[in-house]
């Protein structure tokens, strides 16, 4: 896959792992860095475009792909804690 001039959709790319995957698309490169989170608010990076989007909620999934008909890539890297963690403190 070619980045430089790509359009990319990172979901949850507000921290942590999916904000390093969007700030390196942007380094590599990509034309448009699509930040999908939850409160647009929170994306920090100018260098990326804020996407509302809750990948839990069918509404706001497909209102995403409708104003990012553009996307040539997509990293979905959205998730949420919880289980996980229950289980490890449980054991």
Same mark, same amino acid.
């Given at each position: 896959m070619r980045i430089e001039s790509a359009v990319a959709l990172v979901t949850g790319a507000n921290r942590g792992?999916? &904000? =390093?995957?969007?700030?390196?698309?942007?380094?590599?490169?990509?034309?448009?860095v699509y930040a999908g989170v939850r409160d647009p608010s929170t994306v920090r990076d100018p260098a990326l475009v804020p996407l509302s989007l809750d990948v839990t909620d069918p509404g706001q999934v497909a &209102? =995403?792909?409708e104003r990012c008909g553009d996307v040539d890539l997509v990293i979905n890297n959205a998730g949420v804690l919880g289980?996980?963690?229950?289980?490890?403190?449980?054991?």
């Open positions: 792992l999916g &904000a =390093a995957f969007a700030r390196a698309l942007v380094e590599r490169g990509a034309k448009t &209102a =995403a792909a289980q996980a963690e229950r289980e490890m403190a449980t054991n």
